[in-house]
């Protein structure tokens, strides 16, 4: 299973991190990636990284502002959202498979997934 947290409430412009780890396993190999969605909305694809490879993908409206990254010798996942706008108040979702997704964006091909941590922007 994975564990995310950092989550809460930002201030639009600002900055927040969230991380994610696996609960009873060292990743490896992995493909991992952060999904979020809104109230009413769909599912949205944020980024992915290929674990090792250092491989990142990135969702059109994050791009340029989010950058996901993971520390293996800790075992955590992270996104760092830099200039947070309203639009991204979301429930924020890690997944991960021990292979590459393909396409990167495919919900449906991460075998395993947290519960979600909310993230507001106001």
């Known amino acids: 299973q994975l564990v995310e947290s950092g989550g809460g409430s930002a201030q639009a412009g600002g900055s927040a991190t969230l991380s994610c780890a696996p609960s009873?396993?060292?990743?490896?190999?992995?493909?991992m990636a952060w999904f979020r969605q809104a109230p009413g909305q769909e599912r949205e694809a944020v980024a992915s990284?290929?674990?090792?490879?250092?491989?990142?993908f990135y969702g059109p409206s994050v791009k340029g502002r989010f950058t996901i990254s993971e520390d293996n010798a800790q075992n955590i996942l992270y996104p760092q959202m830099n200039d947070l706008k309203p639009e991204d108040t979301a429930k924020y979702y890690c997944?991960?498979?021990?292979?590459?997704?393909?396409?990167?964006?495919?919900?449906?091909?991460?075998?395993?997934r947290g519960q979600g941590t909310q993230v507001t922007v106001s």
């Open positions: 997944v991960a498979d021990a292979k590459a997704v393909v396409p990167w964006d495919w919900f449906g091909g991460y075998s395993s």
């Open positions: 009873d396993y060292r990743y490896s190999g992995h493909c």
């Open positions: 990284i290929l674990i090792g490879g250092g491989t990142t």
